[in-house]
């Protein structure tokens, strides 16, 4: 025991005084939740749009109102003529344009129906497609309130509820996704890593010399980066609690455990990923290559699964990380126990032994 | 077994596949003994040693290190025996310091232990000045010596240089066999493979390998009369001609 605590400090050591690896450990943490909250959203604010009002009569004024009063949009010019409508676009700053038919209100009144035409950008589809719901949602509020003084009768209107995350907030989607991937990152990536720099240097012959057995070798490489990973998680979980408000309705123990849980399978990642790799680069080359562009693209943390073609939805399920994200949603957003999630949590558990066992059958063959 | 062999070794082979790296190897080497491991690059000499140190398994035949079997006493082996090579010496971002305090821990040395060896390696080698630097500002030279020393620190019966020289000048060289000879008299085996012939000549006995075989094993001194050599560099070419 002893022997191996003085492993763990010297690996310490090589951690904390290797700053590239500092900074990849508790840099980025930071620098990628702060980017994906702040920066890089679905959410839109303040889109600058251009009125086209061929009528200019009380109910375009209202709707016009309504729309400029909202925190989405604001309207950056109006214009007079339909030749206008395509420079304006072109200028680059105007996202959308409200094109109101002549005779609008009196149209309206006369043949209960009137056109607004939305004219969107759709170089960004995703603002686009975000830009006209939101319109849309804006006149039709202001329709029931017009429809309020008449009464008609057989109206359906629907009622839309968000649950769980009801202000849409675009962060709570990429917490649990962000969480994961550093967590893979930091376990997976660090620990092939410096194992491999070991057999890189020739120091690993040396350990393997030594009377330290050669899984004690491997546990107490891997030891240091279960700490570092957890205190990874709580920094996620403190910013995104602290800096976006985002709540966690489950139980924190439950989050804890089940953080554990991935970390320990990514770190299993990470020492097969050590035995099959020879240097340093091959072994981050294999972590990235392998390891992120699955998680970012096919783990449901950016796209969604369910509208994936059928080969990469079934593909999606070896990936531990799609696990992990419906595991930390249902926990941080749903506020589920562990009654809910068993299924994903014994789907990680089975990697996890499966990673162990090929690993060390890899390791021995390697011994030989 | 003999009390004066620390290593027997009879018939030692290892394949790789097809490939025999090692093909029926014999010899003994006796305590206090300095060992000379001779051979070309790929020889087998790194195998024969990965054998010898309990990290492989040998495919076939007997051999028995500090007592022990390499086949089923691997651990006890690794107890009793120290290891150094050239590729590396000691962990360039740990302190002199720090890289003793570790090597003594996996060796399981007590913390007692660990500190008086400490001093002692540091009065020793002179080393009060640079204790505390990190391993990578010193000369190559200096770190082979320490990890020399380091690779003594348990008070192995044998230990195993793995081409401790390479790359080191004259002078440091010079003052590393006059390590390895004070600890050969206080009766630590050594077994040293090296690629400069005059260092060939330093060895109580000498063994050469060609394409996995021992083809000559004797005292340098009659090595040369054998193949009617000048000096080991000779003996070496004749014998890798072949």
């Known amino acids: ?368 | 077994m003999d009390n004066l062999n620390v290593i027997e070794v009879e018939g030692l082979t290892k394949m790789f596949g097809d490939f025999t790296a090692v093909d029926t190897i014999t010899f003994k080497v006796k305590r206090g003994e300095i060992f000379g491991f001779l051979g070309a690059n790929g020889a087998g000499k790194t195998t024969a040693i990965k054998m010898l140190t309990g990290i492989s398994n040998p495919t076939s035949g007997k051999a028995k290190v500090a007592g022990f079997d390499v086949f089923n006493q691997a651990e006890d082996i690794k107890k009793n025996i120290g290891y150094m090579s050239q590729k590396f010496a000691l962990y360039d971002d740990l302190t002199v310091k720090e890289n003793i305090t570790f090597f003594g821990g996996i060796y399981g040395l007590s913390r007692a232990q660990i500190k008086e060896k400490t001093e002692e390696l540091i009065t020793e080698l002179d080393l009060q000045e640079i204790a505390n630097q990190l391993a990578s500002s010193l000369p190559l030279g200096w770190k082979q010596k320490i990890s020399f020393s380091v690779a003594l620190l348990h008070k192995p019966q044998i230990v195993f240089l793995d081409e401790p020289t390479g790359g080191v000048d004259p002078i440091t060289r010079r003052q590393f066999w006059e390590m390895i000879y004070k600890n050969a008299n206080n009766g630590t085996t050594i077994f040293v493979t090296t690629h400069y012939m005059d260092e060939a000549e330093y060895c109580d006995r000498v063994s050469i390998m060609v394409n996995g075989k021992i083809e000559a094993l004797d005292t340098p001194k009659r090595l040369k009369e054998q193949f009617e050599a000048n000096n080991m560099n000779d003996v070496f070419l004749k014998l890798a001609r072949e």
């Open chain 1, 1 to 368: 025991m002893k022997r191996f605590i003085g492993f763990i400090k010297k690996e310490f050591y090589h951690i904390f005084r290797d700053k590239r690896s500092l900074f990849i450990l508790f840099g980025m943490p930071i620098a990628q939740i702060l980017l994906f909250g702040f920066a890089i959203t679905n959410e839109i604010n303040n889109v600058d749009i251009a009125i086209l009002d061929h009528s200019k009569d009380v109910t375009t004024q209202k709707i016009i109102n309504k729309i400029s009063a909202s925190k989405y949009f604001s309207i950056n010019q109006y214009i007079d003529r339909e030749e206008d409508i395509e420079p304006a676009f072109k200028k680059g700053k105007i996202k959308a344009v409200l094109n109101f038919e002549k005779d609008f209100s009196k149209k309206l009144i006369k043949n209960g129906k009137a056109n607004i035409q939305i004219i969107t950008d759709a170089t960004n589809p995703n603002t686009a497609n975000t830009i006209s719901n939101y319109t849309n949602s804006i006149l039709q509020n202001y329709q029931q309130e017009f429809n309020k003084n008449i009464r008609i009768a057989y109206q359906i209107i629907p009622e839309t509820r968000m649950i769980y995350n009801p202000e849409l907030k675009s962060v709570f989607m990429f917490v649990p996704g962000v969480m994961t991937i550093i967590l893979m990152l930091v376990s997976a990536m660090m620990t092939s890593i410096s194992i491999t720099r070991e057999k890189e240097l020739g120091t690993m012959e040396i350990l393997l010399v030594s009377p330290l057995k050669p899984f004690l070798v491997i546990i107490g490489k891997v030891v240091p980066y279960i700490f570092l990973s957890l205190i990874n998680a709580i920094i996620i979980i403190a910013l995104s609690l602290f800096v976006f408000k985002m709540p966690v309705q489950g139980s924190m123990f439950l989050l804890g455990a089940e953080s554990v849980l991935f970390i320990i399978t990514s770190l299993s990642l990470g020492i097969l990923i050590s035995t099959i790799s020879k240097t340093q680069q091959t072994a981050m080359m294999i972590s990235l290559m392998g390891l992120m562009l699955p998680v970012i693209l096919l783990s449901g943390f950016i796209f969604p699964i369910s509208s994936m073609p059928m080969p990469l939805q079934v593909i999606s399920n070896i990936i531990p990380a799609k696990w992990f994200i419906i595991i930390l949603k249902s926990i941080m957003l749903k506020g589920v126990g562990l009654t809910f999630i068993w299924k994903e949590t014994l789907i990680l558990f089975g990697m996890t032994i499966f990673f162990i066992v090929l690993s060390t059958k890899k390791y021995k063959i390697r011994l030989e």
